[in-house]
Antibody, heavy 122, light 110 residues
């Protein structure tokens, strides 16, 4: 059974850093690109970042570029999101997702973790 | 960015048909592929994939869910609506980066 389990969230002050982890199991992690999607309280879903299966390519939404870093450790089947210079608008539940990719590069978010809450507040 | 527009809420009676729409600011189709997907999210839970590429039912999803559309206009249909279907539904496009989601349609009981 595919499982994605996020951890590392909590309360953090503006300007500080936090690192999220996503432990994957039930599939060959190193074969899949992965992504983070977030949801601010009572709001909709927002893509944050994507990483290729081998970590060689990363993509970010404009509002987090230069502040967030997505990475992975395939030996540990774990995805990470390092978040620096956090702002109040980064307050959200962060979901680890596993996209399904077609051969032509198109994709959808097939699997989701249960999410981890990050609150940025003084 | 491609903007996806959904109505905020839809009230429906149990056993009736629910039709949830999603309109894109530009086409999300490539040749015969419609790169629009639908997710269900219940309160306190993570989103769950329902429909991919506009009309394909995801694994384990009941046949009362169906999707249609192309270009800029897409529809998720639930027929008949059951109590377990009360949730918020999101569309999402993967035609262009960044991937974007609609604002969600909250399905409510009439």
């Amino acid at each position: 059974e595919v499982q994605l389990v996020e951890s590392g969230g909590g309360l953090v002050q503006p300007g500080r850093s936090m690192k999220l982890s996503c432990a994957a199991s039930g599939f060959t992690f190193s074969n899949y690109g992965m992504a983070w999607v977030r949801q601010a309280p009572t709001k909709g879903l927002e893509w944050v970042a994507t990483i290729s299966y081998d970590g060689s390519s990363t993509y970010y939404r404009d509002s987090v570029k230069g502040r967030f870093t997505i990475s992975r450790d395939n030996a540990k089947s774990t995805l990470y999101l390092q978040m620096n210079s956090l702002r109040s608008e980064d307050t959200a539940t962060y979901y680890c997702t596993r996209p399904f990719y077609y051969y032509d590069g198109t994709y959808y978010y097939e699997r989701w973790g249960q999410g981890v809450m990050v609150t940025v507040s003084s | 960015d491609i903007v996806l527009t959904q109505s905020p809420a839809l009230a429906v009676s149990l056993g009736q048909r629910a039709t949830i729409s999603c309109r894109a600011s530009q086409s999300v189709s490539i040749s015969r592929y419609n790169l629009m997907h639908w997710y269900q999210q219940k309160p306190g839970q993570q989103p769950k994939l329902l429909i991919y590429r506009a009309s394909n039912l995801a694994s384990g999803i009941p046949a009362r869910f169906s999707g249609s559309g192309s270009g800029t206009d897409f529809t998720l249909t639930i027929n008949p609506v059951q109590a377990d279907d009360i949730a918020t539904y999101y569309c999402q496009q993967s035609r262009e980066s960044p991937p974007t989601f609609g604002g969600g349609t909250k399905l409510e009981l009439k």
